[in-house]
């Protein structure tokens, strides 16, 4: 069983581009987190899905910032004409149905807004 | 709101030896998990142990244990025999049970140094 996938690993981007993050969750877990990381700093919370739907976006920047959990394929975090305080390492969590199961962790992407 | 609070950006421990570091939350629920997280700097969250608030036993996994207090929202990692593959970020996180699935808060974290 696969862990939580992530791609790109890497990603520069210029300012005013767009980057798109994606997450493929364990096989079986239907929730999808999104968390931001700054450098020297802990993960802060973006988003919360579950297939198709945001459950709570309450982290995420109201502009420029997107997130969706189709039916078929990964999850995508788009961030829209990129500025240099997006850089940061982005994760992706995901967990089954069961509240007792923990979060199980992607690797990140490293965006670099240049 | 929920919030994670760890109060030492740094610690430093030598090898074999034993360090504790320090995590408190501020909650005003009775259902919730903690947890503790490692990053190492390849990046990768690992899940090194976790607790649940209704449970008066401190967890134990192997060289990592915890001593959590609940009415004083304290939850500290142990690391005993400490190992030079203990280097690395670590976060303590809150995971509300209220509401189905919640996502963790996590506090800042503290990098562990470890030497030989």
């Known amino acids: 069983n696969a862990g939580v996938m992530q791609n790109p690993r890497h990603l520069v981007r210029r300012r005013g581009q767009e980057a798109r993050l994606r997450c493929s969750p364990m096989k079986g877990h239907s929730h999808v987190y999104w968390y931001r990381q700054l450098p020297e700093e802990g993960l802060k919370f973006m988003v919360y899905?579950?297939?198709?739907?945001?459950?709570?976006e309450s982290g995420m920047p109201k502009e420029r910032f997107s997130a969706e959990f189709p039916k078929e394929g990964p999850s995508i975090l788009r961030i829209q004409q990129v500025v240099r305080g997006d850089s940061a390492a982005y994760f992706c969590?995901?967990?089954?149905?069961?509240?007792?199961?923990?979060?199980?962790f992607g690797n990140g992407t490293r965006l670099t807004v240049t | 709101a929920q919030t994670v609070t760890q109060s030492q950006p740094e610690m430093s421990v030598q090898e074999a030896e034993t360090v504790t570091l320090s995590c408190t939350y501020d909650?005003?629920?009775?259902?919730?998990?903690l947890f503790w997280y490692k990053q190492p700097p390849s990046r990768q969250m690992i899940l090194v142990i976790r607790?649940?608030?209704?449970?008066?036993q401190n967890a134990t996994e192997n060289r990592f244990s915890v001593n959590f207090q609940k009415a004083a929202k304290s939850f500290s990692l142990k690391i005993s025999d400490s190992q030079l593959g203990d280097a690395a970020m670590y976060f303590c996180?809150?995971?509300?049970?209220?509401?189905?699935?919640?996502?963790?808060?996590f506090g800042k974290g503290t990098r562990l140094s470890v030497i030989a």
């Open positions: 909650t005003s629920e009775s259902d919730y998990y």
């Open positions: 996180a809150y995971r509300s049970l209220s509401s189905g699935n919640t996502p963790l808060v």
């Open positions: 969590a995901s967990s089954p149905d069961s509240v007792n199961s923990p979060l199980h």
């Open positions: 899905l579950q297939k198709e739907n945001i459950i709570d």
């Open positions: 607790q649940e608030a209704y449970k008066q």
